[in-house]
């Protein structure tokens, strides 16, 4: 008799302990996400869950050996964790790799000006966003800068609720006949984008009310005008993670994309000992505008960091970090596009993922002719399948809307370039990249599941 398959809603017939698990997994997911609000402060913060895990330093160890737990920042914005296996590491590893960073504004390098005797902030957006979006909506600033004397000062406003809060206005309804004219993508100018920053004038000669807020933020930072040119500033959404819906089934926050992904790898590789293949979370940088540079997936601070990993277990030639990729197993923690009821029109429903169903599988990305991918292989894909399904993990696949719609990618290819096998595997969200990002509890919960069998299981 041949068995048909029938995709299957996670909340059905589910035990009430397993419903409790999901439900406290996932408050620590949401100070995960009120804790790192920028690729800075959520590498920070991972650092910090690792080591209250017992991870330490790459440098603090001489050589390594099976069930050592180590770490490795990047820059401040991405770390590579691992545990060593009982293999050697040629024999390959089972890699997590997501992305820290989510689109924002960008403070400019000289960002600070008065107009109209208001003092505002210009950016640079940052990622794909909806300019639209992010008008009207209280943001909070955090990020670093390098001082004068070449010291760095750290800057975090707006998440304390005692804390002042800042916007971008938008034109008021009764006077936007033109702007209402305009396309979805022509709405808000990026030149637009400023953020209101203050208003009371002070007693400079001109510029008075730029002026007086320039002595209140050197009055609480020490910051003078040009400390701003060798900054990085970030502006991001202000609030806190919520329970989303009457029954608290869904998460809502900035920033899922893909911090949802790196705190169920996170998980995952804490609950990782002694592994067979040598598990690694890798947790990168600049994935939204392309992977780019030393801190992103296109670096080559995984390859370098590896191989400096194998010349710690045993004696070290240019072959044995070769052998290790081309033996190893990525999955590509990045989010999916749910089916949203509001937009059916841009899903093929047979091939897209709902909320509730799952740890999202991803076999390609791309767009068009799924242009630009990484197509995973029918073995990978009957591999990461059946892991799931012994380890009692509810799954799904399904790609990125219907066929011609838009399309996008992931670190996936990078990785796979490297002669890695790799599939996108994560969270399916709603309203990505808006300011509010909606996930699925039982999804998150599945998620990290997934990824702790990944790190976990024995292969050839
Ligand atoms: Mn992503
Ligand atoms: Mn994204």
């Not at 997994?25 to 869950?49: A, H």
């Not at 820059?75 to 691992?82: D, F, N, P, R, T």
């Not at 406003?157 to 396309?183: R, Y």
């Not at 240019?318 to 999916?336: M, T």
Request: proline content about 3%; some cysteine.
């Amino acid at each position: 008799m041949s068995k048909m398959y029938v995709r299957k809603n996670g909340w059905e017939n589910i035990k009430a302990e397993t419903k409790k698990e999901i439900m406290d997994f996932c408050e620590g997911y949401k100070d995960y996400l009120n804790n790192g609000k920028t690729e800075r402060l959520c590498c920070e913060n991972t650092i910090k869950i690792a080591r209250e895990n017992g991870f330490k330093s790459l440098d603090q160890f001489e050589t390594l050996k099976a069930g050592d737990k180590v770490y490795v920042e990047n820059k401040g914005k991405g770390v590579m964790l691992a545990v060593i296996g009982t293999e050697p590491i040629a024999n390959g590893i089972n890699l997590v790799a997501a992305h820290m960073d989510a689109p924002r504004l960008d403070l400019k390098q000289n960002p600070l000006y008065e107009d109209t005797e208001l003092a505002l902030f210009k950016t640079h957006y940052y990622g794909g966003i909806k300019k639209y979006q992010w008008t009207a909506v209280p943001l909070e600033i955090h990020g670093v800068l390098i001082n004068g004397k070449g010291e760095k000062v750290t800057v975090s406003i707006g998440a304390d609720e005692n804390d002042p809060v800042f916007c971008v206005t938008d034109l008021l309804p009764h006077l936007a006949d033109n702007q209402m004219k305009k396309t979805g993508r022509e709405l808000i100018d990026g030149e637009n984008l400023n953020v209101l920053i203050g208003s009371i004038c002070g007693d400079k000669e001109k510029d008075k009310v730029k002026g007086a807020v320039l002595d209140i933020i050197f009055d609480k930072y020490g910051i003078v005008e040009e400390d701003f040119i060798s900054g990085e500033i970030e502006v991001v959404p202000a609030g806190k993670a919520r329970d989303v819906g009457f029954d608290r089934s869904l998460i809502g926050a900035y920033a899922q994309d893909d911090r949802v992904c790196s705190y169920t790898a996170l998980k995952g590789i804490m609950e990782t000992e002694k592994p067979q293949k040598t598990a690694v979370c890798l947790l990168v940088d600049k994935e939204e505008i392309g992977s780019m540079g030393n801190t992103g997936m296109r670096s080559a601070f995984f390859q370098d960091t590896l191989a400096i990993m194998i010349s710690m277990t045993c004696e070290y030639n240019d072959l044995l970090i070769r052998k290790a990729l081309a033996n190893s197993i990525c999955l590509s923690a990045d989010v999916g596009a749910a089916v949203d009821p509001n937009y059916k029109e841009v899903y093929e429903i047979n091939n897209s993922p709902l909320l509730n169903y799952g740890v999202l599988i991803t076999k390609y990305t791309g767009s068009r002719g799924k242009g630009g991918s990484n197509d995973a292989s029918a073995e990978l894909v009957g591999f990461v399948r059946n892991l799931f399904n012994q380890n009692d993990v509810n799954w799904q696949i399904g790609e990125l809307g219907k066929v011609d719609a838009g399309g996008g990618g992931t670190v996936a290819q990078y990785v796979a370039n490297l002669n890695v096998e790799t599939i996108d595997c994560g969270v399916p969200v709603l309203s990505m990249h808006s300011p509010f990002e909606i996930t699925s509890k039982l999804d998150v919960y599945m998620t990290y599941k997934a990824y702790k069998a990944f790190y976990n299981c024995e292969r050839n």
